[in-house]
């Protein structure tokens, strides 16, 4: 296969990736539009997620607010189940926030694609056509795994 070949290929498999995403569009905005959190809970929590676990003072210099503001998005993800708050097991004065199952999946709800295809979509897809998306699907999960994403 020739680069411009595979370059072709890239570009027309981002294209319909693109297309693809425009098409479920109001299908994804969907959980964004039924949340209760505040737009600071969300990114509080987000960095929670990615970061693993954060400290409030952590949080409060990602969100560029003062440490009065954290400990307000804080105690409102706490009381909804979205984070907990344990004391530093080396300082004791601070604390670690971690996100908890209900958190991670509220974050999941709003960023990730749908954990399942529309069965109607997949129906309409002869054999073979399901046989090749499987093949890809699974290249991609391979090369995303390679990269560390």
Do not use: Y
């Amino acid at each position: 296969m020739t680069d411009q070949t595979r370059e072709q290929l890239v570009a027309e498999l981002a294209s319909l990736h693109r297309r693809l995403g425009e098409e479920f569009f109001a299908t994804r905005l969907r959980p964004l539009l039924e949340t209760d959190l505040t737009v600071q809970q969300l990114r509080a929590l987000a960095l929670v997620q990615v970061d693993g676990e954060s400290t409030p003072q952590r949080l409060a210099e990602a969100l560029g607010v003062s440490a009065a503001t954290v400990s307000g998005i804080l105690d409102r993800l706490t009381s909804a189940g979205m984070t907990v708050r344990t004391p530093d097991p080396a300082d004791g004065r601070v604390r670690r926030v971690t996100s908890t199952a209900r958190g991670t999946d509220a974050i999941r709800r709003l960023v990730a694609h749908d954990d399942d295809l529309p069965p109607a979509l997949l129906a309409l897809l002869d054999v073979d056509d399901l046989r090749a998306l499987v093949q890809g699907t699974r290249a991609l999960l391979a090369a995303a795994r390679r990269l560390d994403v």
